[in-house]
């Protein structure tokens, strides 16, 4: 990690929904990959065909933002789903947004899932195995966006999927390496200072610092930065100007698959 000279920027992009709006355009000139729901957590599909589109204008990596069947939700609950129609849901999403990625003169570049569903493959082997199989039928050439030490990353790898491990730049960790639960006040990083000095560290040494000050050594090969949170896009744009000063190059994971 500390040879490293280029490092991807990812975002959720495509979640408005009707008359509740976020600021895609914006963070689609920040980030190297964009993270596109396909309808079943947010997005509806003009707001999704608009995303693809401006990802398509800036060169942007267009990938599937699969997530639960749950727009109340926002797709941050867990579902115990019948692994064959989770499978099924998961087919479904990236037919839909093939087809408009299509649509807009660029393609499906990769996949990752959402919230609920990201979580739970971390060490739910049944519905990880859905997830996976159902990517592999669909296209065994898309890179599946996961995180470090999970069950999902490790089952990708061995179907002979591309598992490309990622960090979260305003995020919490717990000592183990998984997400601090966004039930708990401290989850998400809100101070941009500390968020840059985080992902310098990482691109610099390949380290994460957990909460309670653990150090965590990971082989993320891309940042995710939220779009859904107060001030996110500028926190993006703090992160890419203080990587690229430091001297690492902003570029999608996708464009080496």
């Not at 267009?62 to 639960?68: E, N």
């Not at 019948?82 to 849901?89: G, I, M, S």
């Not at 919230?115 to 669909?138: C, K, M, P, S």
């Not at 949170?229 to 100007?241: F, P």
């Amino acid at each position: 990690m500390t040879d490293q000279r280029s490092i991807d920027l990812n975002s959720d992009v495509g979640e408005s929904f009707g008359n509740w709006r976020l600021p895609d355009e914006d963070m689609l000139g920040v980030v190297s990959s964009a993270n596109i729901a396909c309808g079943f957590h947010a997005g509806d599909p003009k707001t999704i065909l608009s995303s693809v589109r401006t990802a398509a204008a800036n060169g942007v990596a267009v990938g599937a933002h699969i997530g639960y069947r749950d727009l109340v939700g926002f797709g941050r609950r867990f579902i115990d789903y019948d692994p064959a129609e989770l499978a099924a849901d998961v087919l479904y999403q990236l037919g839909a947004l093939d087809g408009l990625a299509r649509t807009a003169g660029t393609r499906l570049s990769y996949v990752k899932p959402h919230g609920g569903l990201y979580n739970t493959i971390v060490t739910h082997e049944v519905q990880a195995r859905a997830v996976i199989d159902a990517i592999a039928e669909f296209d065994e050439t898309l890179p599946v966006l996961l995180l470090p030490g999970g069950y999902a990353l490790d089952y990708a790898r061995e179907q002979g999927l591309r598992g490309v491990a990622e960090a979260f730049a305003d995020r919490n960790y717990n000592p183990d390496g998984t997400l601090v639960s966004r039930r708990e006040p401290d989850a998400v990083l809100h101070e941009t200072s500390q968020v840059v000095e985080n992902m310098l560290r990482l691109a610099e040494e390949g380290v994460l610092i957990a909460r309670d000050g653990t150090r965590i050594e990971t082989e993320a090969e891309s940042i995710c930065t939220h779009g859904d949170t107060a001030g996110a896009v500028q926190m993006a744009r703090s992160v890419r100007e203080a990587l690229e000063r430091a001297g690492v190059g902003i570029r999608s994971f996708a464009a080496a698959a």
